[in-house]
């Protein structure tokens, strides 16, 4: 039965719950008036943000529901050639590591800043599943202000989950790896000795947002798989789901399921800061790049940090307790009292509900089971509140609605099944199309859900959507939860992979928003600031272009006297000062993106030119009746020819306006 | 002996128009709306006494594309003048109430008329030249069409619907012009009758 195969397991699940789960079909699964639901009309705005993790692609789309339309691609981890970010001289910066600029990464799961356990809808944190990050966005302006590297870690997975203050965002690493100040260049087979699983706190500013490594836990080396605050009576606490206690490291989907049980480890992070302060950890020399977007520049810049401050969870004994938990636990979600920890096994058929009282009781009175790596096991009777008997199969995420009630996600049975936590009775079961991997209600994981939606984020979608070949759009289904039964509303495509979701009413978050930048205010060193000071400026090799943008021109226009092997920067102004008029800009040839730049803001794109000739530039984006009329022509001179450095605009003889102007050599 | 003081509802009304039109000064008189399908929320200008206010430089961004001059705070000579001549008619119903005579209001009232009726006649001339003092080589240029906005009420400019209507201090005016006109054909109405 371990060793079965998910499909083995899925034909196994439709006999044995043949009848109560089985799939029903679009056509009785929609009621009829679904469609009045989710129409949102023309001109009207909808309920809620939806923020949905970006997966593969990197990014996070952001949604509108119940119209499930989309409304924005942020680019976090990913190169966005659509407007720059990672292309642009500004936005390069913060995709430095200490690896080096990478231009992708896997995203996979959000979460919203709080305040009391309440969305307070000022940013929205991210996690880098590959390369271990953790980003936060700014919700006025919908970009990526901040990302941290994480270093010890590896396969950042049970992130960016985030404390009920925003005290902390964690990470723990999903890989167990040899610490950074070990010697990483050891044989596998000396897993055991070498490899642990550390887990990150990184502290965030209340006013500013500003993120920084606080403190890292070294744990034994299991793989940390997803995590949530404690809240309200656990505030203080956290807890991480993990898997392979085995400490397998081949062929792990069966070495790593031979465990009936595995951990949900409960962290007293209040307890850690206070040794933090007393000096107890270890300083741990490595590298891990820390980068910030300054909105006064415009521009990122990229440090790179040195040390870390590690406590061990061995040798503090009281940072750390063990919670066996069925079956490679999952999910790890806590109810919005704070008192019930929901694991979800992801081999298991039932659900187990640990009870935060329980646990306080189990730990003071020492009902130990034993040790894992120097770590205190609570027994699994201590702790636990009950089992949700029968659920379904392969349960992943429980989100809540703040009536008492809990959904959890069914991979293998692909359902969402509704339960009430004190009785721990099934209530409802619906379908998903197919297989869901992630849930989300809107404020499901706070101290006060809002509720009235859940989506599912289906890891399967064959037949939902017309077919593309062989690569398939991905998938959300939205589900009415305001009443008894749960009503499937709608199917929509997502983008990348969509893992963990978060949502939010529109009103939190849509009259903050910045519309445009004051360009009295930017402090870019390459602004300019109206069309009298565009100039071009030689220094060696290197070329500054000082160009503005308005509708419908670029000062300058036409530039001559470049040579190849010259590196040219042209730093352009968005001169608009009203919403909704950005310009674009691009140059013929260009090993490089475009920029899109807003009102008000400057931003740089640096194009190195190979041949001689004539090269077209133009604004990409439509900005008004005349736009296809904004472009212009730099002039190419091969190398070591002497056309002087020129440019201009307006310049026919019959109407000079501004004259052509010589340009500065410095 | 004609008996020229002023009645009780004169004066009360006369010291009401000076205090309104010290308000004026300091409120905005004049409002212009824009409508366009690419602006729904609108844009807005405000003519103060003394200054412009509003979307006024994303108008004149705007106004480029069909040639119309920049509209520029510095351009006016009234602005230095308004708020003067605002606080000259306040000063001149107060001295009227405390001179208590029936000659000064009508004075105060003609003045005020002329006033009124050259401050629109301003007002059109710079509508004037801005709807029709146009750059010749602007970007469009639609044959025989000019860009006057309306003294008052709507009217469509290509794809702008202008709305002129008075402000606040606007307001105020046309009402001190309205009392004043009022209480002058009162009080000349009973000087005949004592006659
Ligand atoms: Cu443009």
Redesign the interface.
């Given at each position: 039965m371990k060793i079965i195969q998910l499909f083995g397991i899925s034909a196994f699940a439709s006999l044995a719950f043949l009848g109560s789960c089985k799939p029903k079909g679009t056509e009785t699964a929609v009621s009829g008036d679904a469609a009045e639901k989710v129409y949102v009309a023309p001109g009207k705005y909808d309920e809620v943000y939806n923020f949905v993790s970006g997966g593969f692609n990197g990014q996070m789309n952001v949604y509108g529901l119940p119209s499930g339309r989309l409304l924005k691609v942020v680019p976090i981890f990913s190169v966005n050639p659509e407007n720059g970010y990672g292309y642009s001289e500004e936005t390069k910066p913060m995709l430095e590591t200490s690896h080096g600029f990478i231009p992708w990464d896997d995203q996979h799961h959000l979460e919203l800043s709080q305040t009391n356990g309440e969305q307070d809808g000022r940013w929205i944190f991210a996690n880098a599943n590959n390369t271990p990050r953790v980003a936060r966005v700014n919700l006025k302006t919908f970009r990526t202000e901040e990302i941290i590297e994480l270093p010890n870690s590896a396969g950042n997975h049970s992130s960016p989950f985030i404390t009920e203050n925003t005290e902390y965002v964690v990470a723990g690493t999903r890989f167990a790896v040899p610490t950074d100040d070990m010697n990483g260049d050891v044989p596998i087979n000396s897993f055991k000795e070498n490899f642990k699983g550390v887990i990150s706190f990184i502290g965030v500013n209340k006013e500013t947002g500003d993120m920084n490594l606080s403190f890292q836990i070294e744990a034994p080396g299991v793989n940390f798989d997803l995590s949530h605050a404690g809240k309200g009576k656990s505030h203080g606490w956290f807890f991480f789901s993990c898997y392979n206690s085995e400490q397998a490291n081949t062929l792990l989907e069966v070495n790593a399921s031979q465990n009936d049980k595995d951990f949900i480890m409960a962290v007293n992070w209040k307890k850690a800061e206070e040794y933090l302060k007393a000096g107890k950890g270890r300083k741990v020399k490595t590298q891990y790049a820390h980068n910030k977007f300054d909105e006064s520049t415009q521009t990122a810049t990229s440090k790179m940090e040195q040390e870390v401050t590690v406590l061990s969870a061995k040798e503090l004994k009281d940072i750390c307790y063990f919670m066996p938990t069925p079956k490679s636990p999952h999910g790890c979600d806590v109810d919005p009292t704070g008192e019930y920890i929901v694991g979800s096994g992801k081999l298991a058929a039932l659900i187990p509900v640990h009870s935060f009282t329980k646990m306080l009781k189990a730990i003071e009175n020492k009902e130990f089971a034993g040790e894992y790596d120097g770590i205190p096991i609570l027994k699994y009777e201590s702790t636990l509140y009950g089992e949700v008997q029968k659920p379904g199969l392969g349960p992943l995420h429980t989100e809540f609605d703040g009536k008492g009630n809990a959904y959890t996600s069914f991979f293998v049975s692909s359902e969402v099944v509704k339960w009430d936590i004190k009785t721990l009775k099934v209530l409802d079961r619906q379908p998903t199309f197919y297989s869901v991997g992630h849930l989300m209600v809107v404020g499901g994981d706070t101290k006060k859900p809002y509720g009235k939606y859940l989506v599912a984020y289906n890891k399967i979608t064959k037949d939902r959507f017309l077919p593309t070949g062989p690569e398939l759009t991905q998938s959300a289904q939205l589900y009415d939860i305001s009443g008894d039964k749960m009503k499937l509303l709608l199917d929509f495509p997502t983008f990348g992979e969509p893992h963990y979701a978060q949502a939010v009413p529109a009103s939190l978050i849509k009259d903050n928003q910045v519309k445009f930048y004051n360009i009295a205010d930017n402090k870019h060193p390459y602004a300019t600031k109206g069309e009298a000071e565009s100039k071009v400026v030689r220094q060696g090799n290197k070329v500054h272009v000082y160009m503005t943008s308005i509708r419908s021109h670029f000062a300058p226009d036409n530039i001559e006297g470049i040579k190849v092997g010259d590196e040219v920067y042209f730093h352009v102004t968005n001169l608009e000062q009203d919403w909704d008029v950005p310009h674009g800009f691009a140059i013929k040839g260009n090993q490089n993106a475009e920029l899109l730049i807003m009102p008000g803001e400057t931003c740089t794109l640096k194009w190195v030119p190979k041949k001689p000739g004539m090269w077209p530039m133009y604004c990409t984006d439509f900005c008004s009746a005349l736009h296809q009329e904004m472009q212009g022509y730099v002039r190419v001179s091969p190398a070591g020819s002497n056309v002087p450095l020129t440019y201009s605009l307006n310049n026919k003889a019959d109407n000079a306006k501004s004259p052509v102007k010589t340009a500065v050599t410095k | 002996m004609k008996n020229n003081s002023l009645s009780k509802l004169s004066k009360i009304l006369l010291i009401t128009s000076g205090i309104g039109l010290i308000i004026s000064i300091f409120v905005p008189i004049w409002a212009i709306y824009l409508e366009a399908p690419q602006y729904p929320e609108g844009l807005g200008m405000f003519l103060h006494a003394h200054k412009i206010t509003g979307d006024y430089?994303?108008i004149n961004?705007l106004n480029?594309?069909i040639g119309m001059k920049e509209i520029h705070q510095e351009d006016f000579w009234e602005f230095k003048i308004l708020p003067y001549a605002l606080g000259f008619f306040a000063a001149l119903a107060f001295l009227t109430v405390f001179i208590n005579n029936k000659k000064w209001l009508y004075f105060f009232a003609a003045l005020f008329l002329i006033f009124g009726v050259a401050f629109m006649v301003d007002f059109y001339l710079w509508e004037y030249d801005y709807g029709h003092n146009l750059n010749p080589?602007a970007?469009?240029v639609v044959p025989g069409m000019s860009y006057q906005p309306p003294l008052l009420g709507f009217k469509q400019l290509l794809n702008f619907g202008a709305y002129s209507y008075p402000d606040i201090g606007g307001w105020i005016m046309f009402g001190v012009g309205i009392i004043l006109v009022v209480l002058s054909y009162l009080e000349i109405k009973s000087s005949k009758k004592v006659i």
């Amino acid at each position: 039965m371990k060793i079965i195969q998910l499909f083995g397991i899925s034909a196994f699940a439709s006999l044995a719950f043949l009848g109560s789960c089985k799939p029903k079909g679009t056509e009785t699964a929609v009621s009829g008036d679904a469609a009045e639901k989710v129409y949102v009309a023309p001109g009207k705005y909808d309920e809620v943000y939806n923020f949905v993790s970006g997966g593969f692609n990197g990014q996070m789309n952001v949604y509108g529901l119940p119209s499930g339309r989309l409304l924005k691609v942020v680019p976090i981890f990913s190169v966005n050639p659509e407007n720059g970010y990672g292309y642009s001289e500004e936005t390069k910066p913060m995709l430095e590591t200490s690896h080096g600029f990478i231009p992708w990464d896997d995203q996979h799961h959000l979460e919203l800043s709080q305040t009391n356990g309440e969305q307070d809808g000022r940013w929205i944190f991210a996690n880098a599943n590959n390369t271990p990050r953790v980003a936060r966005v700014n919700l006025k302006t919908f970009r990526t202000e901040e990302i941290i590297e994480l270093p010890n870690s590896a396969g950042n997975h049970s992130s960016p989950f985030i404390t009920e203050n925003t005290e902390y965002v964690v990470a723990g690493t999903r890989f167990a790896v040899p610490t950074d100040d070990m010697n990483g260049d050891v044989p596998i087979n000396s897993f055991k000795e070498n490899f642990k699983g550390v887990i990150s706190f990184i502290g965030v500013n209340k006013e500013t947002g500003d993120m920084n490594l606080s403190f890292q836990i070294e744990a034994p080396g299991v793989n940390f798989d997803l995590s949530h605050a404690g809240k309200g009576k656990s505030h203080g606490w956290f807890f991480f789901s993990c898997y392979n206690s085995e400490q397998a490291n081949t062929l792990l989907e069966v070495n790593a399921s031979q465990n009936d049980k595995d951990f949900i480890m409960a962290v007293n992070w209040k307890k850690a800061e206070e040794y933090l302060k007393a000096g107890k950890g270890r300083k741990v020399k490595t590298q891990y790049a820390h980068n910030k977007f300054d909105e006064s520049t415009q521009t990122a810049t990229s440090k790179m940090e040195q040390e870390v401050t590690v406590l061990s969870a061995k040798e503090l004994k009281d940072i750390c307790y063990f919670m066996p938990t069925p079956k490679s636990p999952h999910g790890c979600d806590v109810d919005p009292t704070g008192e019930y920890i929901v694991g979800s096994g992801k081999l298991a058929a039932l659900i187990p509900v640990h009870s935060f009282t329980k646990m306080l009781k189990a730990i003071e009175n020492k009902e130990f089971a034993g040790e894992y790596d120097g770590i205190p096991i609570l027994k699994y009777e201590s702790t636990l509140y009950g089992e949700v008997q029968k659920p379904g199969l392969g349960p992943l995420h429980t989100e809540f609605d703040g009536k008492g009630n809990a959904y959890t996600s069914f991979f293998v049975s692909s359902e969402v099944v509704k339960w009430d936590i004190k009785t721990l009775k099934v209530l409802d079961r619906q379908p998903t199309f197919y297989s869901v991997g992630h849930l989300m209600v809107v404020g499901g994981d706070t101290k006060k859900p809002y509720g009235k939606y859940l989506v599912a984020y289906n890891k399967i979608t064959k037949d939902r959507f017309l077919p593309t070949g062989p690569e398939l759009t991905q998938s959300a289904q939205l589900y009415d939860i305001s009443g008894d039964k749960m009503k499937l509303l709608l199917d929509f495509p997502t983008f990348g992979e969509p893992h963990y979701a978060q949502a939010v009413p529109a009103s939190l978050i849509k009259d903050n928003q910045v519309k445009f930048y004051n360009i009295a205010d930017n402090k870019h060193p390459y602004a300019t600031k109206g069309e009298a000071e565009s100039k071009v400026v030689r220094q060696g090799n290197k070329v500054h272009v000082y160009m503005t943008s308005i509708r419908s021109h670029f000062a300058p226009d036409n530039i001559e006297g470049i040579k190849v092997g010259d590196e040219v920067y042209f730093h352009v102004t968005n001169l608009e000062q009203d919403w909704d008029v950005p310009h674009g800009f691009a140059i013929k040839g260009n090993q490089n993106a475009e920029l899109l730049i807003m009102p008000g803001e400057t931003c740089t794109l640096k194009w190195v030119p190979k041949k001689p000739g004539m090269w077209p530039m133009y604004c990409t984006d439509f900005c008004s009746a005349l736009h296809q009329e904004m472009q212009g022509y730099v002039r190419v001179s091969p190398a070591g020819s002497n056309v002087p450095l020129t440019y201009s605009l307006n310049n026919k003889a019959d109407n000079a306006k501004s004259p052509v102007k010589t340009a500065v050599t410095k | 002996m004609k008996n020229n003081s002023l009645s009780k509802l004169s004066k009360i009304l006369l010291i009401t128009s000076g205090i309104g039109l010290i308000i004026s000064i300091f409120v905005p008189i004049w409002a212009i709306y824009l409508e366009a399908p690419q602006y729904p929320e609108g844009l807005g200008m405000f003519l103060h006494a003394h200054k412009i206010t509003g979307d006024y430089e994303i108008i004149n961004g705007l106004n480029h594309y069909i040639g119309m001059k920049e509209i520029h705070q510095e351009d006016f000579w009234e602005f230095k003048i308004l708020p003067y001549a605002l606080g000259f008619f306040a000063a001149l119903a107060f001295l009227t109430v405390f001179i208590n005579n029936k000659k000064w209001l009508y004075f105060f009232a003609a003045l005020f008329l002329i006033f009124g009726v050259a401050f629109m006649v301003d007002f059109y001339l710079w509508e004037y030249d801005y709807g029709h003092n146009l750059n010749p080589n602007a970007a469009i240029v639609v044959p025989g069409m000019s860009y006057q906005p309306p003294l008052l009420g709507f009217k469509q400019l290509l794809n702008f619907g202008a709305y002129s209507y008075p402000d606040i201090g606007g307001w105020i005016m046309f009402g001190v012009g309205i009392i004043l006109v009022v209480l002058s054909y009162l009080e000349i109405k009973s000087s005949k009758k004592v006659i």
